[in-house]
């Protein structure tokens, strides 16, 4: 069964420093991975999405990592902010038919900045 | 703003109840997609259609049903509502592969009491 597994569950740091979320799967086959970014109450939003060949992708202060042959991501904030205080998302897809069945949510990492 | 609009924003009826959400994809999308996400859990996708035919099904339990319009709005119903059924509820959209850019709209927030 496909799987993905974020850590930590949460996670407090002081605003100006900087943090990593991690991302391990099983979903077979592998299409992409993406991380979205998801405020309390609000729609999630796209940071990135990275595809078999691709090894790591920026967007601004976010930066994500993958591993394809160890099936780990990792997103790395840099030089936080109180509005990076949100819920993050690892979503990775198959290869397989098409549909969104094919899309496996992780149950995301709750970040906390603090002042 | 991701160009997927919701209504209503917030919803609140009681047990056994029937609701309809509503979702408006951004210009051009042809999939749309419905996402359930109750407190502190993730999101459990339900259904997904492709220029208005089903495409795909997740979790969606039998109480409820979707459907997607010729002008590709779509409506989720939600019916025998209970207490559980409380949660956010979200529209996505894509222009056909759900592997790619899906874009979600701001949520319904559902309250049965």
């Known amino acids: 069964k496909n799987q993905v597994e974020q850590s930590p569950q949460s996670l407090i740091i002081l605003e100006g420093k900087n943090c990593t979320l991690q991302?391990?799967?099983?979903?077979?086959?592998?299409?992409?991975l993406r991380w979205y970014k998801q405020d309390t109450g609000r729609g999630p939003v796209s940071l990135t999405i990275m595809t078999f060949s691709e090894n790591t992708k920026s967007n601004g202060r976010y930066t994500a990592t993958l591993d394809a042959d160890t099936k780990q991501s990792s997103l790395h904030i840099t030089a936080s902010q109180l509005s990076d205080s949100a819920s993050y998302i690892c979503?990775?897809?198959?290869?397989?038919?098409?549909?969104?069945?094919?899309?496996?949510f992780g149950k995301g990492t709750h970040l906390i900045i603090q002042p | 703003d991701s160009g997927v609009t919701q209504t209503p924003k917030h919803l609140i009826t009681a047990t056994g109840q029937r609701v309809t959400l509503r979702c408006s994809p951004r210009s051009g999308d042809l999939s749309v997609y419905w996402y359930q996400q109750s407190l502190d859990q993730g999101l459990q996708f339900l259904i997904q259609y492709y220029n208005g035919e089903e495409r795909a099904k997740g979790n969606i339990l039998e109480r409820f049903s979707a459907q997607q319009f010729p002008d590709l709005h779509s409506e989720l119903n939600l019916s025998s509502l209970e207490l559980g059924d409380s949660a956010l509820y979200f529209c996505?959209?894509?222009?056909?592969?759900?592997?790619?850019?899906?874009?979600f709209g701001p949520g319904t927030r559902l309250t049965v009491t």
């Open positions: 991302c391990n799967y099983t979903v077979s086959p592998f299409s992409n």
């Open positions: 979503v990775v897809s198959d290869s397989s038919g098409g549909g969104a069945d094919g899309l496996t």
């Open positions: 996505a959209s894509s222009a056909g592969n759900p592997h790619y850019e899906q874009y």
